[in-house]
Nanobody, 120 residues
């Protein structure tokens, strides 16, 4: 199983970015997909997640600015980031809680991380 993230970059404060993450491999089913981020010197934290049924969970710091969408047919999740702030600067990691062939259960898988930098 691989998670391939894309879409990071440099943006000015107040701008927007969209991140994408596609899961591939011997996947039977995916429960939750989402995004976490890690800023320099800080722990990795939840940004936003979405279940297969469309239920979402947000960090308070991104409510009203970030949204998440998912294409179940493509095993892909999107993070739509608006009104970006310098404090959103971090490496963003996509995550999927899924059941893969031969795994014996549901586990968390992570993408490689994509840098988002917001300049003031």
């Amino acid at each position: 199983v691989q998670l391939q993230a894309s879409g990071g970059g440099l943006v000015q404060a107040g701008g927007s970015l969209r991140l994408s993450c596609a899961a591939s491999g011997s996947i039977i089913s995916i429960n939750t997909m989402g995004w976490y981020r890690q800023a320099p010197g800080k722990q990795r934290e939840l940004v936003i997640t979405i279940t297969s049924g469309g239920g979402t969970n947000y960090a308070d710091s991104v409510k009203g600015r970030f949204t998440i969408s998912r294409d179940n047919a493509k095993n892909t999740v999107y993070l739509h980031m608006n009104v970006l702030k310098p404090e959103d600067t971090a490496v963003y990691y996509c995550n999927a809680h899924l059941y893969a062939w031969g795994s014996g259960g549901r586990f968390d898988y992570w993408g490689q991380g994509t840098q988002v930098t917001v300049s003031s």
